[in-house]
């Protein structure tokens, strides 16, 4: 479990950061996080990062976002 919090909050995190860098869209923010709750197993957590992965993959300020704001275990996954 305790990986399952740190994946979360790492998640958490990141989707702040590309909230606050201006990255993300009206209304994306609430439904990341939405998709970080409802996960209940690290595999749930790992397809909702590769989801957000996949959707920001293109948008400006996402690379500088995640060098600077992503914890190194996470970085792995991204």
Known sequence: MAQLS???EDLYELVAALDDRGVL???E???WEEGIDDADEI???RTTEEA???A???RE???EVVSK???ERTQAFV
Do not use: D, F, I, P
């Open 61 to 63: 300020g996402v690379t």
């Open 29 to 31: 923010r609430e439904a």
């Open 56 to 58: 920001m993959l293109n």
């Open 6 to 8: 740190a994946y979360s």
């Open 43 to 45: 595999s749930e957590l």
């Open 52 to 54: 957000l992965h996949k």
């Open 25 to 27: 869209r009206s209304g």
């Open 69 to 71: 704001h992503t914890a």
